[in-house]
């Protein structure tokens, strides 16, 4: 991923809020047929490893062999940034149009688990989590449905892991401007219907000046 350093996401914290956020990854591995991707929502174990699990019937465990190194992209949030958005536009009119975003690769090893204990746990951690934010005390538990069915949902899915070797991480969110059109940008993404961008951007200003004064 081309990443100048003006952009290089090197806050732990950042990244790993970006995971949380955006925890549907995009996994991709080199095999025998090609390229293949799969899409899978992944959470960070106790252990730093990313546990995820996959349909029986997907034939990514039977193509990659356990320890291949696989990429895994978490893709954040994204917005058109306008060159209307920019006041300085308006004196000489140097500005191309350009995209916003958030992005995290993680280069990492990858493990199939076929017991019953590792899919298990892998629904349970995913459930838990995703539960809890939509229906909170009333969070959906394993437990909710007979043991028959979920012995057989079991039985047809694969736990995995994938063990971190590398992370690299990148926020484009108009750092290579200067401050007046910076605030232009959120009033623009704001006005474009793009809030969550334009808070990103509000709340990395405002770090940045907190910590100008440390």
């Known amino acids: 991923m081309y990443t100048p350093s003006h952009f290089q996401e090197t806050s732990p914290d950042e990244v790993t809020a970006l995971i949380e956020a955006a925890p549907l990854a995009c996994l991709v591995v080199q095999t025998q047929e090609g390229l293949i991707a799969n899409h899978f929502p992944l959470l960070i174990g106790s252990d730093g490893a990313l546990i995820g699990h996959l349909a029986l019937a997907n034939d990514m465990h039977?193509?990659?062999?356990?320890?291949?190194?696989?990429?895994?992209?978490?893709?954040?949030?994204?917005?058109?940034?306008?060159?209307?958005?920019?006041?300085?536009?308006?004196?000489?009119?140097?500005?191309?149009?350009?995209?916003n975003y958030q992005v995290v690769h993680i280069y990492g090893e990858i493990?199939?688990?076929?017991?019953?204990?590792?899919?298990?746990?892998?629904?349970?951690?995913?459930?838990?989590?995703?539960e809890r934010r939509v229906n909170g005390d009333k969070a959906w538990k394993m437990t909710d449905a007979p043991?028959?069915?979920?012995?057989?949902?079991?039985?047809?899915?694969?736990?995995?892991?994938?063990?971190?070797?590398?992370?690299?991480?990148?926020?484009?969110?108009?750092?290579?401007?200067?401050?007046?059109d910076y605030a232009g940008t959120i009033d623009g993404l704001r006005g474009s219907g793009h809030d969550t961008m334009a808070e990103n951007m509000a709340k990395r200003r405002t770090g940045a000046a907190d910590a100008d004064r440390r």
Do not use: C
């Open 147 to 180: 043991a028959e069915y979920i012995d057989e949902m079991l039985n047809n899915i694969v736990a995995f892991r994938v063990d971190i070797r590398r992370t690299l991480a990148k926020s484009k969110l108009s750092q290579n401007r200067d401050e007046r």
């Open 62 to 99: 039977r193509l990659v062999a356990d320890g291949q190194e696989v990429l895994v992209i978490f893709q954040g949030n994204d917005a058109y940034v306008s060159p209307n958005f920019y006041p300085s536009k308006q004196e000489h009119h140097k500005h191309v149009p350009t995209w």
């Open 111 to 130: 493990t199939f688990q076929h017991d019953e204990r590792a899919k298990r746990t892998a629904v349970a951690l995913l459930t838990r989590k995703h």
